[in-house]
């Protein structure tokens, strides 16, 4: 692709039509505070349980308004999409209420639990090895072309983006039945959809509110992608326990709107994560896989000491999803 042309990328109307297609489909997750966590921060906050949503995860708003969109006369060919899991469930789990064949290719090394879920959404998963190099767009493309079918990006399509987009508006919309609005937004970052569409869903309804994107250190493309001015890549692709946040390199759609929206961002480390995925279960009664974590582990290592002040400020992160092995869950709560 070359340079997208911003007159074509996702604005606030196009998240509302969106929330229109997801009505009655997606769950609209709560949004909850926890006075321990208040006291702890020294801040109103709030967290936002995309863990509660179908499949797990955030992935199934952008992954639905994406498939729903296909016309009727093109779905018998089916989708095709490429994730370490979570998009892979949500482009699954949309393609069977549709009706429609679902193929996704995923890392071989990908959990077990969004493997399997995926299999048992009725898709099939072709694995592929992403420390040998191999690539998963080529290998993606290459079925579309042999099928007619369609593919579902996992962040970089605007029906995506949109889609996550309607967790953003939730927030506003939610806080100002309690007479509050959003001060600070933290929202974890891989590909850029998720902080893409909540960006665009908060700022159009909230200007002044101040996002940051949080990302694992050493996987913090977006975060010097803001600092270039343009899209750095990573130099590895594996190597957190953050797996939902592998992403090689911010998307060429979802980049123009977090670097105008956002701006910013914060990283957590491996061991700033797992003792989130510990708090959030022993104080917050909460399961979140380790990518889903990154927001509220950088809330909790003190990652915005410096860049804003939080006490008395109204902060929200988001939970984005608690697809996590039970292995592994038990090996992070052990501590």
């Known amino acids: 692709m070359g340079i997208i042309d911003k007159n074509l990328l996702p604005t606030a109307a196009d998240i509302a039509a969106a929330a229109e297609r997801l009505s009655g489909i997606a769950v609209r997750t709560p949004l909850v505070n926890f006075p321990v966590l208040d006291e702890r921060l020294g801040a109103r906050v709030f967290l936002k349980v995309e863990t509660l949503q179908r499949t797990g995860s955030f992935k199934f708003r952008g992954a639905y308004n994406k498939v729903s969109s296909i016309p009727p006369e093109r779905r018998a060919a089916g989708v095709v999409a490429y994730s370490s899991g979570n998009h892979a469930q949500g482009v699954a789990a949309a393609a069977k209420l549709l009706g429609m064949p679902a193929t996704i290719v995923m890392p071989a090394d990908a959990p077990k639990a969004k493997r399997n879920r995926t299999l048992a959404l009725g898709a099939q998963v072709v694995p592929y090895d992403r420390d040998a190099g191999e690539d998963r767009a080529a290998i993606a493309m290459k079925i579309v072309k042999e099928r007619g079918a369609t593919l579902v990006p996992p962040y970089d399509d605007p029906l995506i983006i949109a889609g996550q987009g309607t967790i953003g508006t939730e927030i506003v919309e939610d806080l100002a039945k309690l007479g509050l609005k959003p001060d600070i937004v933290v929202v974890g970052a891989s590909g850029g959809g998720l902080a893409a569409g909540i960006s665009l869903g908060v ?97 909790l290592a003190g990652k915005l000491d410096g860049q804003c002040d939080m006490r008395g400020k109204v902060v929200v992160a988001i939970l984005s999803g608690g697809n996590v092995d039970v292995e592994m869950f038990a090996k992070l709560i052990a501590g």
Request: with cysteine.
């Open 203 to 299: 700022k159009s309804r909230v200007p002044d509110a101040i996002m940051f994107t949080a990302e694992p250190e050493d996987f913090d493309d977006t975060l010097r992608s803001f600092k270039s001015g343009h899209r750095e890549a990573n130099a590895k692709v594996s190597g957190s326990i953050c797996d939902a946040l592998m992403s090689n390199t911010p998307g060429e759609w979802t980049f123009p709107i977090t670097q105008a929206l956002i701006g910013q961002g914060i990283t957590a480390s491996d061991a700033d994560v797992a003792r989130a995925v510990r708090y959030a279960f022993e104080e917050l009664k909460l399961v979140v896989e380790p990518g889903g974590a990154i927001g509220l582990a950088a809330l």
